[in-house]
Each structure stands twice: as C-alpha cells, then as structure tokens.
C-alpha cells in the first residue's frame, strides 16, 4: 500500500510521476448510465492546467484527458473508467543540483527516508502534476453530483494577507480573475502582492474555501467516517495544505455554546437552522445547511532564492533551484479542493443508501418487484 | 458501515450508546507478545472519566475496563482483543423533553435524518462516552508505540481566549491542573474563565495541541493516506473537534516560502532540520522532526439557558437541558485526542514494514532462516 | 490485522477464545429499523450449540446471546450491534498434555509458527467456539434478507460415504434429525456410520450444501467480488473446510460446452434459464436461478485414537487426546454455512445500491424529495 | 465498487474492455527497490497469450505491456506502477447477432441485470481478455516472492477426462506441450481429446493444479482472511473457474480423522510433516509444507453449434456463434491462475510482518538504529 487508491465505494487509483510517462487515475465503482465524455473531464483539467497566467509555471501541458476504459456509446458502463494524461513538456535538462540534495519544504528528504532512493526528476511522485488524476476523478464525481442536485465550488479566500471577508464575496467574479477570487477589487490586490513576492524571490501562501449545497441531510457516518472528518482527510492529503476547518473552525475554540449553537427553525414544513457555524455538519453528517470548509495552502517551497540545505550525505550545500514554479499553489490548487470534496461526498452518499431497512426494502421492491 | 470500525491493519471496532449497557472496542491487529492488562487501559480512561473536577459531568462512572480475549498469561496473543466497559449511572429519567425536539449544536436532528429515528437516551451513540472505547484501544496502541521509543502527548493549549504561547510552556504541569493545560498560571486563568462561563449557564470551546516525539522520517503513505491527512480525519472523527492543523498550520497561509521553508543541516552525521514550521511532515511523511498538530474544539452545545428550537414535525419549542454537562469539553477530550494519534501512528508504522525490498529481504531472511 | 473483520458494508468484527471469558461479534452496518431481538439470535446460536445429540460434544454452553448494543425499542438504530456469548463450560483441566504438543489436524504449530506462543486451551482461537460469533453476526443478515424475500437454506449432503442425491431430497427432513440431512433414510445410514466411526475412536468428514432464493439478477461484482468467489471465502474462512463448489463444480471439468450451457428462455415474460448447471452465477452475479453451491468438510482431527506427533522442541510423543469432540463437524456446521453466505449476500446486495444512475436518481429523488 | 481492486497492502486495480482501447492494472503498494522491466511482464503475458497453439482462439494480439509510471532507473520506486496493453485485433465487425440476445453461459443477461446495458464488443469486461491485467500484476508480484524464496507453479491436471495421477507427474514437460501438463502422453491424449471436441463444434472442461512452495510456516490470517480462503476467492475470481479445492478437497469429505490427519515429524531438527493431505494449511495459515490446490474450470461457453436462447425482450432465437474462441480455457489460465496465487501469497506475507511484537521491536531497532 502506497496509500494511492482512495475511496470504499466510488475508489479511485492513481498514479504517475512528473517526469514519467504521464500521471492517471483508474475510477472504480462509477454507477452505468452516465453521460460522460472526455470533454467532462478536460473542463476540470484546465482550471489546474500550468500557463493561465503570468502566476503560474511557464512548464506547457495540455493535460489532455484520453478515456481509455468505461464508456460506451457516450455512457459510463459501471466498469472501471481508466484516464490517462501523457506528461509531454518533461524537460530534459540536468536535475544533477537536486537529485542529491535536500530542497527545503519538499518531500525529498521523507521520500529517500522510506525508499531508500527516489525519482528525482520535477519532483517524482510528490510533484503537483499527481493532483491531475485527483482532478479527472473529481470531474466525474461532480457531475454525478449534479445529476443529484448537489453543487460543490471552491474559491480562494486569501492570498497572503489579502483576504476576502464573507460579506465581500461575489461568486460571479469566481472565473473573471486567474485567482478564482470571489472579488475583483481583492484579485487586483492579491496580483500586487504576488508580483512583489516574485520580485523579492518569494511565495505566498493562502486560503482556499469550499461551499457544498443542495446536500441532504444526514450524509456522513457517525462515528470515525464522519463527513468533516472525511473532507478533512481529503484536503489534508492535497500537498502543501496544512490546515483545516469546517464553519467557524479555530473560531469556535473562542465562542460560547450560547454563540455557536444554530437554532433550529421550521419554514414551509421543512426544518433548518437559523444560523451556520456549524458549516453544514452535527455529528458528522450533514444537517441540511450548506457545507462549508477551508484549507490552510503553505507558500511554494521553491523560491528563486538562494537556500541552504544539506547532501544525502549530510554534507552542506547552497542550493538555487531553477525549475519553472507558481508563486503561489492556492489558484491552481482550487479545482484540486473541489474534485477531493466530490469524490469524498459520492463516495459517502453510496454508503448512506444502505442505512435504512425502509429505504432498502423499497429499493428492492421498486427495482425488482419483489 | 456505520463507520464504527477505524484503522487497516492496527483495526478498532467500537460500539455502545449512553444509557446502554456498555461500550466497548475491538482491536483487530494487535501483535502478539505485547504485555498487556487491564491496569494499563485503565491508566488511560481514567483520565477522561468524569467527575475528575467541579469543571466536569457529575454523572457517576468508573468506567472500569474489563479484557474479554486475546490475552493470554499477561500477553496479547495476536488474535482481537475485546475490551467491555459496562455503563452504571445511567439516570432511568425523564428525557420527554428531549425525546421529540432538536437540539441545537448536537446531532438529534441528523441521526433522524439518517436513520429515521434515533436511542435519544443521553445523546445515544453520539455522546461522548462513545470515545471510551476510543481511548480503550488508545491505550493499547499507545503501549505498543511505546515499545518502539514513540511518545505522544497531547495538551490543553487555549480554553477559550486563555491560550498558552508556546514560549510559556511548562510540560511538568500538565497533570497539575484540571485542564491538562503545561502552564499553572494559564490553568488558573482558565479557571476563572469557565467558573463565569458556568454562572452564566454558558459553555466555552478550546484548542488541544499534541506533539509526537521519536518518530523515525518516513512513515505515511505519499498520497492519500498520508499522516497529517490521516491524523486530520483521526482528530476530527471526534465530536465537537472543528479545525485541525499542522505545524504554522493557518498562518502558514500568511507567510511567504522564505519563512516558511525549513533548512536541513546535519548533526553528528544525522539529517535534521533547523525549524519546525513543517510540523514535522513532508510530503505527508514524517521527517525526523517532532510531528505538532492542533485541534479546535467547539463550546459545549448542552447549555443551561433556555434555547429555541424545533421537535420533529417542526414546531417551535423552548428548550431548557437539565442533564449533567460539562462547561467546556476540551480536557476530556485530550487523552482522546491521544489515543487516536496512536491508533493512527501505530497503523501507518505498520503498513510501511513492507515498503522496501531490501527491509523484507532482510525481515523474511532473519525470521525465517531462508 | 488479524482477519477477523469480514465484509465492506456490512461488517461483522469478531472475538473470543474457547477458554477465555467468551465470544462475541460486533455488527457495523446493520441497517437502522430491523426488529431484533435476543431470541432471533438465539435461534440460529441453538442450532449450532452443542449437546443436541449423542454426535456432539458433551461440553455444556446454553450459549446465551446478550446484545450489548445498537438496538433500540427493539429495532436495530444503524449503529453498531455488538453481541457477547459467555463462556460457562471452560473446564480447569489440565492441559499439560497438549500445550507443548502439536495435535495432527490443528493449528497449535501454525498459531506458534506465526505468534510465537499461543492459548492452548481448548484451541484458543482456533476452536470451533470462534463459529458462534459468525452465527450471531449470520442471524442478522438472513433476518435482513428474509425482508427482501431472500432465503437462504443449508443442509448436510454426505456424511463420509452417506451421499444424498439431489432426487432423494426432502428437504422437510432437514429438521427431523440431528445431521440436518434431507432424507430420513440416509440419516439413519449415517448414524450407523457414525456409531462405527465412534467405536474405532475415529472421524468422518462430510459435505454440505445450501441454496439461496429469491435472489434478484445482477447481484455480485464483475471481477474479484463475484458473488460466487466471496462465497468461497466465507465458507473456505470456516475452520475444517477444504472445498468449494458452485452449480456442478467439479463435475463441469469432466463436461462439454453443449451440456454444461444453460439455456435461457422466458416464462410470463420473465427471462429465466430452463437448466442451473451454473449453479445461479453468470459472470460471478447472480442468474435468477438458486445460488446452489457445496463445502467440503474434513474429520475432525480430534480422534481418541493414539496419534504420533512432536513437541515444541521437536522431540516425538504420543498422544491422546481426552477432550469432548464432535465425531463429525458437518451438522453443527449447516448453520456456519448459511450465516456466512447471509452475511455475505448481505454485503454484495447493499454495494448494488449504487451501480446505476438511474437507481440512484430514483432512489435520492425518492427519499428525499431533490 | 465495481469489484475491480484487490488486495489490502498489494493492491492491484484493473481495468478494460475486449474492444476497448486497452486493458491494464495500477499496483499500489509494491515495494521500492525490486528490479522491474518490461521484459519481466513481457513474459507472464506470453504465457496467455493467444495463437500459440491451434487450440486457442486465433485472436491476434501482441499483448505487449508498457510501464507508465513507479519504475526508475530499471527498479519500483514504491509508488503505483502503471501497466499499459493496448488492444490491436478489435474486428470491427458486426456484433448485431449478440447486442441483444444472452449467450448461453456467458454474462450477457447478468450484466444487463445489475446495469441496465452492455459493452457487448467481444464481451466487454467480462471477456478472458481481463485476465491480462491480473497477470500483468501476477508478474510483478511473483517476482518479489521468487526474492524472498518462494516459487508458485501452475498446471493442467486434466482436460475433460484426461486426467494425471500425481505419480506420474513430470515437471520438466510442463513447457513441452500445449496445454501445460506435467506428462506429455496425456497431453497427447488431451489434444486428441480436443480435436474431437472441436470437429463436434463443442468444448471442453479441465482442471488446473497450482503448488507453492517455499511458505514459511505461519502466513495467513487465524479467522477470515485464511491462506486458503483468500486462495479459493482470487481462484473463483476468474471467469469460468467453478471449484476450488486445497489438499485433499472434496476426497477429505469422505475420509476419517485417523487417515486425513497429517502426523508431524522433525527433520534436522525442523518440524514438518510425513503426510500432506491439508494441502500445506492448518487453521488458515501455511504448515511449511507445500500449499496445493485444484481449480475445476467449465467447459468454453462460446460453441460454433447453434444454441437456444432469448432477446432481451424474452423471444426465442437461435444462435450460431461465429467468433474466435478456445475450445478449452484451462491451458491460457494455468498462468492466471498462478499470478492470482502470487498475488494473494503477497499481500499475506505483507500482513503477516506487524503479527509479533518481537519482530516489530528488532525491525525498527534495526532500520532506524533506535
């Protein structure tokens, strides 16, 4: 287990290295009868696709989806759908300054510490083209979602310090700007302040926020495969993100039970909350409230500075790194976000359909006139 | 799957309600050769018993652990080892009051959403006595660490706005004060905060911050199961647990990558690094370092006010709960916060045994004598 | 991981040794709204508890099934059931003659190969005792299934060379005598059998078989959970057993491709097969005909008889075991069988929920109103 | 779960159509370091290839592997590696005579059961051609077993009614006929055997005998997940197997205790024993004898005679089947058969490792030097 395959019944396996033949992901256990086409999956693939913009690595790829397994006549077979993207701009050049050192931030170190040697070419495995097979496999559990009525969108709450306070937000502006920012003014800001990141040789880190709807209630399972604490793992396992929290998060830890609590209300018959700090989960599963969540993005590792680290065998060494790097992870990361809470949530809403001796009986009756 | 069983080779099955008979844990997985008694779990549910101050339940609770099998002589003997804890004070009272309605910050409301109705007795399986067989199998995980020179300690680092700068640490106190909190000063402060909280029939949250120490680099797998991703979904399968975050966790948001990063350097020939921003993880694997996580804790939703809410068919009902509550649930909650690190650590250093050739070459070959 | 969790969605979690406090079994994923109680559990337990006849061990256990958890008003909650058989007939005898020892036909050599010592008493957790908790887990699944229409029957086909033909069955036998055998006549064969058997203080093995109806087409997955293969590990985890067939098994090797096809036809406009070589599997999903498949069993290696084995050390002894030992498992074994086919069709059938959209669609737009 | 992955710490995701694009497995959780290339695959595939006999389907296909990705500088880097084999013979021809009419024995009707419609192109998934990816895995997985010492060797015992005896085994002439029999009169009988099959426009049965030799004593979980258990379920995985026997198998059913046991002997002080009648598993786990097992495989379902069956909608038709097809499966799954065996053996091994506490303390002692 190298920990590669995620999911109980929407699964989904990946693999691929950034200088290797391509990245993919196998998707096991996608229901028969969805429409599906490479174009579903493409559409996904370029909201993280390098060379957006001028805050995005210069590495060209066209991350061009190729299905290869799963569909037939323009519909998902209920076989595994295997994706394939060909890694095409694997550059060549000589990797001799990193393949034997340490680069600060970057998972070198841990990668030789549990193999014993690693693909060192852009990074091997721990690079963020992995994150491409998370996105294909995103793309198709999102439109499962749709065909649900369920809608998952990501956004970038803060770049740096630059962050956007909820009452700011304004969703239209999502894809108007290369940061997925909800606010034109604060995108105009945040390209300032990463234009002087890159100047002084540095990066930035950020916040990504995640707003699932149209969830019924009662998703997530109670005890260990709770609905936050399964996102909190699929956002965790996204590289660079160090934190979670889901409504008020580290806030709560400052309320009052008297504060935090929502109230629960009744309107047209159907009951609800009166407010959200709960982020759309009691105990959880979901209440019925929108599901909110954000994660912690670290700063890009590799910064044009000049840094001082160490040889495999221990030996200082200055090191530059040249590779072509975002100045800040959090703009491509976002789609990144959005496919790993929809794999999570289809994943627990095909576990939930069991839960019922009533609902089951009526499956049954329904689907075989038992 | 209701979700109930946690872990894939180091495996706990837990079960039990409130005002059932028990509750109680299965560990699937356990080596053989572990010395093991009843003394030794008890050590660790001792210290979420309630009752333990005037900031806790009155409810009355040895919590006595009673080793139903795979303990032979003193020893495990590698088959499950079933750990019962009978519940004794549980109040045959009235709960009409809570039978019908909602409520607010607890998971009434998404357990009859799921299930269509619910053991409303004392919260059934989403009370917090469901974390007993948590810090049951904790235990038992924790001892085996132990063995292997990895020490946990988790620690009441804010009640509230009482929060401990890392500076100020004092570990030696941390069994001194009702809170586990390492800092006599914080812990009287935190005191104080909770009575007025309490004169206020008002609750309050907190953050718990655990540190693991003797680590080998490498353990976590290198994409979805890595270890601040399995410690994420570990720490926020326990109710009430908001946020999680690693290391700068939320401020590495802020921060630029030249801050951020942490230079490696060598000391008496081992590879180590000069910070710890990281929290002692990357690429989702360990790095040598200590591994430093927080967790945010909500406020105790059961209040003594009066709140508003709903009963099922959706009609307004003021709400008064009268159980026995405690003021703030954090540090209870910290030997849990424990002992799912160590039932998480102890299943990662497991699956990495067989991450090498050369490690299996060698096991099989000083075994088996082949 | 010691194996003795089984099933994906439905998950039984097992535990006990034959001489240690008891055995139990903890159910996660038992849907919420089943009517359980004690006595349906007890049901399947008596059919397996020893002392029903002069065939068995005279060892004395009401095997009494205590449910710890999970039921509510007498309905399952969809929290996990955890259910606890104590042991009452352990017998402080001196063992001293087989804990050094390695009887023929055990697994006291594999249990020390792998653990490097074991509970000898009794067999610890190797003994026939660990089937209760199948049993217990197996009553639950077939209650599940009886509420889907699905039945699942096993019987006892041979006892040594006491084969019954399908011709001969009469399947209102099956509970008139103490084999479980479905003909009057080839009981009584079989006594006599056993009684030779019995007086040459030796064993004999047997073959089992069970039939599932009412099972809807499509059941099982494509690849490596077929239908027929997870029953071969259910049934090939049960100790003693040594063979498994589906349909003609065996046989369809000595066949041909024009006899072994089953013809599909349709009756009333329902598409049905009018043979069952294939014993109710195309595909390794369920056909529409009787799931149809056969275990065999071995002796039991417990024999008065003096055997020749080795030590610990090596060293040769001879030995004769003086336990209480059933001359044949077969009967006792019927109901192993179908609890673990039950708990298994349980699992498969709860998987199928989520392989088409348009069950999906149906089933969320049902439920909850989308 | 469309049941397409398989394994707990060896996991192999498969996926592919007959006439689709390709076919090809994911495996996660291969250790770092082993040597791995093409060539390695190459020859596994060889071996079920078809067009190496006139008793194969003339399909040509060059089954030629490609590694995508988890090999660096000719060794597995520990991360997934990716095996590709493109389809070439796709007949573009007219499937109009079984788009909608169910193939007798084949999985025509079961898949349009569970789906709703099919790949029906050669079979879709459910076609022999699925088998490539297992093996594909086999390969890999059978290599890191032949480092550690252990060697799995698959044959045909018998083809319909030509049967070997074990005593008149030869191992050598394995690779000398056709359809891998340890005799090379018989497989002359078989090939007489199946000319007449052939020419009577029918097919035949066989059976396949599967050694392991090399098991240390001990491998194998004590309750579910038996050696032999997980055997009979990745044999019965494969299309067409309908039996599954270890040992003795279904003769033990009509032994007695005193002659099915196996007396246990040393040998230069090693335990072993004089007899083999268990099939080289006591309890679950391996003996240290060698493990052997038979697989009983049903006759081609794809006859060229005319058969009966029905349309979708229930009415009659007559079917010819013009399609290339095996008149036996057995020879092109001996090597199936051997790479589901390694597989299994693999992951076993894998959790086996974490079984003791003795040897988890002296494994980390001495790779971490603690």
Same mark, same amino acid.
């Given at each position: ?15 691929g ?19 599906l086409?490479? $174009? ?9 696709k ?15 989806? $190729? ?86 969108q990501a ?34 800001? &945040?390209?300032?302040y990463?234009?002087?990141c ?10 990504? $926020? ?18 936050? &604490?399964?996102?909190?793992? &699929? ?69 044009a ?9 221990g ?7 040249q ?28 576990? /939930? ?11 049954y009756? /329904?689907?075989?006139?038992?």
């Open positions: 287990m190298s920990g590669s395959i995620y999911g109980k019944l929407f699964q989904i396996s990946t693999w290295e950034s200088h290797g033949k391509g990245v993919g992901v196998v998707i096991d256990g996608c229901p028969a009868g969805l429409p086409s490479e $174009e579903d999956i493409q559409v996904f693939l370029d909201r993280r390098p060379g957006q913009s001028r805050f995005t690595t210069h590495r060209k790829e066209s991350d061009s989806a $190729e299905i290869l397994s799963g569909v037939f006549e323009g519909k998902t077979t209920g076989t595994p759908v295997s994706v394939l993207i060909r890694n095409q701009d694997q550059r060549s050049r000589d990797y001799s300054n990193i393949m034997d050192c340490y680069r600060p931030g970057h998972a070198d170190y841990t990668f030789d510490s549990k193999y014993g040697f690693r693909d060192y070419r852009g990074g091997g495995r721990s690079s963020g083209r992995e994150t491409i097979a998370r996105v294909a496999g995103g793309a198709v559990a999102a439109k499962i979602l749709r065909s649900l009525g369920i809608e998952i956004y970038t709450k803060a770049i740096g310090p630059v962050l956007i306070p909820e009452e700011q937000y304004d969703y239209d502006e999502i894809f108007n700007n290369p940061f997925y920012m909800p606010n034109a003014l604060r995108a105009k800001e &945040a390209a300032d990463l234009t002087d890159m100047e002084a040789k540095d990066s930035s880190g950020g916040i990504i $926020e995640c707003v699932i709807t149209g969830m019924p209630a009662g998703i997530g399972e109670t005890v260990f495969d709770k609905l936050d &604490a399964s996102l909190a793992k &699929a956002i965790l396992s996204i590289g660079a993100v160090k934190g979670f929290e889901i409504g008020d998060g580290f806030a709560a830890a400052l309320s009052k039970g008297s504060l935090n609590n929502d109230a629960f209300t009744a309107k047209d018959g159907n009951i609800c909350k009166l407010s959200n700090h709960a982020g759309g989960t009691l105990g959880g599963m979901s209440d019925g409230s929108p599901v909110v969540f954000r994660a912690a993005v670290k700063p890009t590792p590799s910064i500075q000049e840094q001082k680290t160490v040889n495999k065998d030996s200082p060494v200055s090191l530059v790194i590779g072509r790097h975002d100045p800040v992870i959090v703009p491509r990361a976002v789609v990144v976000v959005e496919s790993m809470a929809a794999i999570t949530v289809v994943d627990l809403l095909f576990s /939930n359909m069991c839960a019922r001796m009533d609902f089951l009986e009526r499956f009756c /329904n689907t075989f006139n038992l």
